[in-house]
């Protein structure tokens, strides 16, 4: 190898390990948001929202939320027009959270907020609870039955819910196929 091919290799190469070393070694409290949440003032707001249809509205409403600066996790039921908000209440209030502008196409309305004192371990279970492997052999039937195939914008969905442990939301989502299917 050529002399000059091994200095910038060496550095990219330290360079990786000692960012691995960061990134895997766990030294500082913080989630993947940024918020520390063994100290964090977490709180948990409880929302009727209005306007959710579908798992699309649920996802809109999800991932709005979850890009404002302070919240830690979210979800959404369009079944029961309903969500929940963990925020740090240090860096975002509720009613700013309310003021989001995807609120707009979707108004909340606060029913609830209280100390939140659960650990939060974003995808923290990777073993799928046994009632909602059920429900996913159920859709893969009433699929296979039906010889039809999940659209891909709704199993992306499904997938990053599963492979995050979001189990809550994959059962919204499962809910409300099921529910499409057993209506037509």
């Known amino acids: 190898m050529q002399k000059n091919i091994l200095i910038p290799l060496s550095i990219i190469i330290a ?3 000692i960012g691995g070393v960061l990134i895997f ?3 500082d409290e913080n ?14 707001v409880d929302l009727e929202i209005k ?25 959404a039921d369009p ?13 975002i209030t509720k009613e ?5 502008s995807i609120f707009q196409s979707y108004p909340a309305r606060i029913l609830d907020d209280q100390v ?40 992306d969905e499904l997938d990053e819910a599963i492979s995050g442990g979001y189990w809550g939301k994959v059962d919204n989502i499962l809910n409300n196929f099921l529910r499409t299917y057993e209506q037509n």
């Open 15 to 17: 360079s990786a390990v």
């Open 79 to 91: 079944s029961t027009d309903s969500g929940w908000i963990i925020y740090d209440g240090e860096q």
């Open 116 to 155: 939140y004192s659960d650990s939060v371990e974003v995808g923290q279970s990777q073993t799928i609870p046994p009632e909602i492997e059920q429900k996913l052999n159920l859709l893969a039937q009433k699929l296979q039955e039906r010889g039809v195939k999940l659209e891909q914008f709704l199993q």
């Open 51 to 75: 306007n959710m249809f579908c798992v699309g509205c649920s996802a809109s409403v999800v991932n709005s939320v979850k890009a404002l600066p302070g919240v830690v996790e979210a979800d």
């Open 25 to 27: 070694s766990g030294g």
């Open 31 to 44: 989630n993947s948001l940024g918020v520390n949440t063994a100290q964090a003032n977490l709180r948990k």
């Open 96 to 100: 700013e959270i309310i003021l989001a």
